[in-house]
Structures are given as C-alpha cells and as structure tokens.
C-alpha cells in the first residue's frame, strides 16, 4: 500500500544500461517513491548505488522481495521476466516489462502513452514496454494516423550498438580503434551475441539485428511489424521493416515512407501535422541543412522527425527520418511514463 | 588512331581516389592500350605515377592534350568535364565521363553495361558514367525487371565516406580518434564539403548527401530516381530515394524496395533469378548468417545481393539488401566497362 509519501517500487536489472537510465528518470521526474528497491542477479546483490543522494544496497531478485511493492519496472532479459513478473503481479505489484517477454501475449496491454495509454486500463498485472525502434515509429506517425489516417508502412532502420547492451558497445569502441591502428579484429558480441558468427561492426553496416526466423526476416523486424499494428489497434495496417546495426553508440535513426488514406493538404501542412504530436520535436528546415542526427538525439526523451517530404509519384506517400535516444524514449523513459499514467489512472495502490 | 598494339587513353584526375582505381582496373582487365596519357590540374603536373611498372609524367589537363587520344576516361569533377570533355570529343576521343555533368542531357547515353549496353552505339561523342549509388541499384534490379517487370522501387542507402573523396575518409578517420579519446570534434569536410554547415560523422549516421533541392530532396536523392529512370528506359517507373551517410570507408548498402508486374512463382525463384544476373553474386543464406557486408565488398567488382525476402503484405513486393564498393563497380570499373563495350563495337578508332 503507498503511503502518502509515495509508492514502493522495485527496479529489476538496475545495474543495465536500461536499469540505470530508469533511476535516472525517476529521479529526474521527481517520481513519488517512498521506498525504492535495486533487484539484480545474485552476483550483483550485496553492491551499493546511489538514489536521490541515498545509498541502496542492491537486493537479489526472489519472488519475496516483491512483497509490499506496488510497481515493480523490469528490464533483465526476457527470462527474468518469465520467471519473476508473475510472482511480482501475485503480490500485489504492477509490473512495466521492458522486455519482449510479453508484448505480444493478447493480455498484456503494449503501451506508448503518446499513441495508446488507454490500454494501460486493461492490465491485468503487466504492462509491456514496446521495442526501441518501434516506440520512436508510432510516436512519429501517430499525428498522421489520426488525421489522416495510415495505411502502409516501409521503415529502414540505422540502430546503435547500445541497443545490444554494454558489451557491444565496448565491441564497437575497440575495433574502431583497432581498426584505426591496423590491427586485425575479431568480432565475438556483434550483431547478435547469442548467435553462431559475429561480423566487424566497426566501419561497416550489419542488415542482422537478433536472430533470423523461418520467414526471412529477423526477430526485430518482426517485432517492428507486429509491435505497430498492436499498439496502433489495426491488424489491417501494413508494414514492413529492415533493420540495419551501425557504428553509432546511441540513437537509433530510421528512413520510414508511409502511405496514408488521404494525402496532407501540403507538405507544410504535414510538418505541422506531427510537429504538433506528442512528445514529438520537429527539426526539418533543409535550406539550413537542418535534420534529425543521432548523435544530437543523446540523453533527451524526445523523439525527433525531419526530412519530411512528399513522394514524388504516390499522392499519398510520405517519406520521413526519425531519430530517438534509444536509451531514454526507447526504453526507460516509455517505462517511467507507463508508470506515472498508471498512478494518475489511480492503478497504482 | 590505334595502332596494332592498342589505342591512346587519356585519363583526366588521375591522382584522385578514382582516377588510382581507374589505372588499376585497366592494368587489371588488360585493356589494350597504345600510350597512355595522365592528365590533371596544373598543381600535379610534372609529378610522376606508375602504370604497368612504368614511369609516367602527370601533364596538365589542356585541351591540346587530347591530339591523337581515342578514348579519353574523365574523373576530376563536373567542371572540368564540362570544360574540356568537348575539347577532347572535337579532336576525336570518345569521352566516358564519371562525373554529373552530362548524365541526364538527352544526347548522352547514361551506361551501365549490365542493362543497357546497346546505349552506348548512340553516343556523340560522350557516354557517362551513372552515380555509384545507382549502379548498384539497377544492376541488382535489372534481371528483376527483365522476367517479371518493375513497377516501383524505394531505397534507403547506407553510404560511405569515400565517396566524398579522400578528405572525407581523414576526416572520419580523426573525428573517430579524437571521440575515442575524449577530445571535442570540429567537422569541416561532411556531409557536403562545399555546404553551409557541418557535421560530426564518426558515430553518427548523417541524411544528407550533395546539396538539397527545392522539393526538399538532395540532389543525390534526385540523381538516383532520375538516373535510374534513364537506364532503364521507363519514365513511368516509381522511384524514391533516402540517401544517408555513414562512418563506413568504403562499400556503399541500400535497402531496397521493389514492386514487381508479376509475382516470382516463389522467393527461392526470385533468389535464382537475382543470382543468374549479370555481375551479380548472391549473398543470402539468413541460417547461417550469410548475407552482404560493406566491408567485404571493398576491391572487387561484383554488386552483391542478400536479405530477399517477400513483403507479408504485398504479393508482389519484395525487400532486397545491395552492397557493393562504390569505387570499383560504383565508378572505375564501370568506365572501364564502357571502354570495353565501345571498344567490342568497334567505336574506338
């Protein structure tokens, strides 16, 4: 139960990439936390971080250590989730799951605020955190799908390393150098660190991110393409996606080309359009080469839209770059947000 | 005229990234070659470069250069093509110009031999050479479009550096040091050297290549739907262009989507008919990891295709993975090429 201080929370996997941006946002959110717990594996419990200034001594995840916790937001792997959620939503606690655990199960509301938080009314325990590059999509075209309505998607993927965790980050930093020195290079964590081959991701781009299923497309791509309708409601929509691994460390940048039912009055009016979206910043002023970049997009929560431009044969074709932190909004910060609509929705007690 | 031995060649930019790979491809391939000439600007004339083990002396890109020249290979840039390409074509040289500047002038056949090679018997004097992005493209699309028909086709490409010339390659090359080391980065060269502003591209993925254009697209985006409407010789086909640059060296990879008149009777079929194309090699086996990887591609000739996989949506839709090196088959090869075709048709005289 929160005390009127706040609300317990856990953070499970607090000592990831993802872990860490969530402290990060709660603190900076300003959260109502009246006491907050770090879960980890058992190798990690027992060290301390910093929260708000306080020493926490992290715990390892068991399924008591959800006792008396109203939210509990994890980002562990999907095995973790498997295992723990469940004995987290058994105890009373509402469960944000940041991994693919979950997103497609038809109980489990997948919520990006900016397009659905409706959904997050029909939880039943859990609530799933969409994949990185399908947030920073949806929250893009959403403007467009309900004004004029969305019919066919073709997105191109430029993802960062960091989407693959620390380890891969690490991977692209050494070869560069490597590479940079002359020296020869071998891959062990890049594109996917649980499949069989691993390729030079320094200086090159890699069309493979997680592992290929029967159909020809990657995992990724799949949870782009499934991922979009479920949250956008519509089975009908078409989408397509390739997925592309790059030397970059953060910001996941994607080419997207949509077909909507009816076309913009203009292609200023279409700027417009999704410049007044949620969460959206537009950047498109191409006389003064001005356009999204990775590299700007690090450490904000928003998700930036430029090189809006009409399709020079289909009336209603649309073609756009879109780039996100895939970090903050990607992860994290989506996460947080489910959890701060959550306590407004009154979900949280 | 040529003498028994071969012909005169002049080759204009010679000291530049593709000037090097012109005269290598021509060692390589053998080209039958009388006397060749190395021009440039005034400030290398006098130097000297090897080719076939001997000693050539740079002179000065005049127009009296180009007496007794047959076949005259230009890579320095449009204004110097523009200047004495007419120079060299009025003392009786057949000009290959691997420049923008008379790609799209109705007089000048646009080649790439792969697909329209009969084109070059309508020259008057000038064939060019397409844009290294396009090359690729059409050749990997062309025994596509031969047996099923092309009705539209949108690419996003993943472009390298060296296709901004050898300033941009240093240029990353540094910025990608200094990151590594902590130290701040002033762009000066990318995405456009002869552009307002400038950008960081080490760790970054930058969407714009050459100048923007009025309607919003860049002049780069502009020449890969207008080119590759012109060697394919269908006003009517359906294309669209993303182009991005990458901190890749060399190797250029474009997502592409194409709609076709006709279905393939399979995807495998559709692998076959990808793989019998032309100066093609498939690279498409999704178990075992295998498809085309920019840094793999570098030094060889062939466009290399992978990731075909059909669209979930659209019967006759299909998402392709193209990759070759934007020096070789991108530019020097393909002049060469030409040479060789014109030489085969007896215009070489």
């Not at 009246?34 to 926490?56: D, H, N």
């Not at 320094?202 to 991922?227: R, S």
């Not at 994607?254 to 417009?272: C, G, L, W």
Request: glycine share 8%; proline share 5%.
């Amino acid at each position: 139960m929160a005390n009127e201080q706040g609300i317990n929370v856990a953070v499970v996997g607090a000592t990831g990439a993802v872990g860490e941006q969530i402290l990060a946002t709660l603190e900076a959110k300003d959260f109502p936390i009246s006491k907050i717990k770090l879960l980890s594996s058992k190798r990690s419990a027992g060290k301390e971080m910093t929260f708000k200034g306080e020493t926490v001594t992290i715990e390892e995840a068991v399924p008591e250590a959800f006792e008396n916790v109203q939210l509990a937001l994890f980002s562990a792997g999907g095995g973790v989730s498997k295992q723990l959620a469940p004995e987290a939503v058994k105890r009373g606690a509402l469960v944000v799951d940041n991994t693919s655990a979950y997103r497609m199960d038809p109980e489990v509301p997948l919520v990006v605020p900016e397009v659905n938080e409706e959904d997050i009314k029909k939880h039943q325990g859990i609530i799933a955190n969409p994949n990185c590059s399908t947030i920073q999509m949806v929250v893009a075209l959403e403007p467009v799908r309900k004004k004029l309505g969305l019919n066919k998607v073709i997105v191109s993927t430029y993802q960062a390393v960091s989407g693959a965790g620390l380890d891969a980050v690490e991977e692209m930093q050494q070869q560069s150098r490597d590479i940079l020195d002359g020296k020869e290079v071998t891959p062990k964590v890049l594109p996917v660190s649980g499949d069989e081959r691993h390729f030079q991701i320094a200086y090159n781009a890699v069309p493979q991110i997680d592992k290929f299923e029967e159909n020809g497309y990657t995992f990724e791509e799949m949870k782009m393409i499934n991922e979009t309708k479920k949250i956008m409601h519509d089975e009908r929509l078409q989408v397509a996606a390739t997925c592309v691994r790059l030397p970059v460390e953060t910001g996941h940048s994607e080419s997207v080309y949509i077909e909507t039912d009816q076309p913009a009055e203009s292609v200023a009016a279409m700027k417009q359009l999704i410049a007044e979206g949620d969460g959206i910043t537009l950047q498109d002023d191409p006389s003064n080469q001005v356009y999204p970049l990775a590299v700007d997009s690090v450490g904000l929560p928003d998700v930036f839209v430029g090189r809006i431009r009409q399709d020079l044969d289909t009336e209603n074709g649309y073609h756009l770059w879109v780039v996100s932190d895939n970090l903050v909004k990607g992860a994290a910060y989506n996460s947080v947000q489910i959890a701060e609509r959550a306590l407004a929705y009154g979900l949280l007690k």
